[in-house]
T-cell receptor, first 114, second 115 residues
């Protein structure tokens, strides 16, 4: 079946450091890929997405490129801020049999210190 | 436009008690979902619905029932609560036009403690 694997957290960085959160996936079809962010005490919200190979999703300084050859969708940001502290979820939606069944990774906690 | 709302925000139950969690969305979305979030487990899909009057099982459906009598509401029921159902429950919805490119919109969550 489909699965998403994210790097273990927490990831702890100083403000203005470079961020990478790794995400790899397995899918039976040709999925769309997503990053969601969950701030403390809130529900998840979409950060960015990509729907086909080599697409780059971007938002709020975050980027991720859909790499079909390596089945990866790593999240990057050039300079993190304290306000980026949150839990980040990689997710995919596949299309087996024409149905939409979302699959989420376990989440990676990011802690940014001033 | 409230988006996705969940009621209640927090609840404590005793083992064996029943309760219903309510999810409401005002975006005219076709698809709705219930997830549970446990430490180190990410989000796991309990049940989902692809339209009014329809429901389907997700990854972890046992011990839960759902109903979608109105398009804007999706109810999650626990008939006989167990401590293993202590979790944070999230409702989500999406447009349902194509499915695979769709963004999910999440509610703020319901924290449930079963003693």
């Amino acid at each position: 079946g489909d699965s998403v694997t994210q790097m273990e957290g927490p990831v702890t960085l100083s403000e203005e450091a470079f961020l990478t959160i790794n995400c790899t996936y397995t899918a039976t079809g040709y999925p769309s890929l997503f990053w969601y962010v969950q701030y403390p005490g809130e529900g998840l919200q979409l950060l960015l997405k990509a729907t086909k190979a080599d697409d780059k999703g971007s938002n709020k300084g975050f980027e991720a490129t859909y790499r079909k050859e390596t089945t990866s969708f790593h999240l990057e940001k050039g300079s993190v801020q304290v306000s980026d502290s949150a839990v980040y979820f990689c997710a995919l939606s596949d299309r087996p049999g024409g149905s939409y069944i979302p699959t989420f990774g376990r989440g990676t906690s990011l802690i940014v210190h001033p | 436009n409230a988006g996705v709302t969940q009621t209640p925000k927090f609840r404590v139950l005793k083992t064996g008690q029943s309760m219903t969690l309510l999810c409401a969305q005002d975006m005219n979305h076709e698809y709705m979902y219930w997830y549970r979030q446990d430490p180190g487990m990410g989000l796991r899909l309990i049940h989902y619905s692809v339209g009014e009057g329809t429901t389907a099982k997700g990854e972890v459906p046992d011990g839960y029932n759902v109903s979608r009598l109105k398009k804007q509401n999706f109810l999650l029921g626990l008939e006989s609560a167990a401590p293993s159902q202590t979790s944070v429950y999230f409702c989500a919805s999406s447009y349902g036009t194509g499915g695979f490119e769709e963004t999910q919109y999440f509610g703020p969550g319901t924290r449930l403690l079963v003693l």
